[in-house]
């Protein structure tokens, strides 16, 4: 049962343009939401994270937008780069569960130049 | 510090060989986790310590197991490879004070034939 669901699963960008991923979740307990951004052949790595208190949390062109009542969340990445083609997953953790993560299947961002 | 490191990086087995991938830290985090990536289907946890001598199932146990002899180290093993096990590895592991951080290994990428 998959309990964090991401889409789409690929994305083309233009240099300069936005990119939107969305995650839908079920489980009402999850009080932690990180997105994690991998490079190939890389191991993922925490990119920005949010908590359920707060709707939008922005870290440089980074933006975490989260609705509660809807259950869902999503990566905004403004003036998308190159440098930002990479596979993206958003992840869901609730605190009584030895921090285990719940990943979506994870979105392949490619932005041309 | 090195961070999360695993060794190999590669391996090819035939049906029905044994191997133990090894996952150490020197961060001094009591938790650890080893997930499996397969396209389309982002991570997925197969057993988690919370702490030297401790080990848990995640979401795909079966044909693995695990040992956590020492706090900075996590052993995955294969005990009898199957070609549904080809995939890449991952080791994580989390510890004050960055409490919801999980840090990632390079990865394993494992064949089976």
């Known amino acids: 049962q998959q309990q964090v669901k991401q889409s789409p699963q690929s994305l083309i960008v233009q240099k300069g343009g936005i990119s939107i991923i969305n995650c839908a979740y079920e489980?009402?307990?999850?009080?932690?939401f990180p997105w994690y951004q991998q490079f190939p052949g890389k191991g993922p790595a925490l990119l920005i994270a949010i908590r359920p208190d707060v709707s939008e949390k922005k870290e440089g062109r980074f933006t975490i937008s989260f609705n509660k009542s809807a259950k869902q969340f999503s990566l905004h990445i403004m003036d998308s780069q190159p440098g930002d083609s990479a596979t993206y997953f958003c992840?869901?953790?609730?605190?009584?569960?030895?921090?285990?993560?719940?990943f979506g299947s994870g979105t392949q961002l490619t932005v041309l130049p | 510090n090195a961070g999360v490191t695993q060794t190999p990086k590669f391996r090819v087995l035939k049906t029905g060989q044994s191997m133990t991938l090894l996952c150490a830290q020197d961060m001094n985090h009591e938790y650890m986790y080893w997930y499996r990536q397969d396209p389309g289907m982002g991570l997925r946890l197969i057993h988690y310590?919370?702490?030297?001598?401790?080990?848990a199932k995640g979401e795909v146990p079966d044909g693995y197991n695990v040992s956590r002899l020492k706090k900075q180290n996590f052993l995955l093993g294969l005990e009898s490879a199957a070609p549904s096990q080809t995939s890449v590895y991952f080791c994580?592991?989390?510890?004050?004070?960055?409490?919801?951080?999980?840090?990632f290994g390079p990865g394993t990428r494992l064949t089976v034939l």
């Open positions: 994580a592991s989390i510890g004050p004070p960055r409490v919801n951080e999980q840090f």
């Open positions: 310590s919370v702490g030297e001598g401790t080990t």
């Open positions: 489980n009402t307990a999850f009080d932690y």
């Open positions: 992840a869901a953790t609730s605190g009584g569960s030895a921090r285990q993560l719940t």
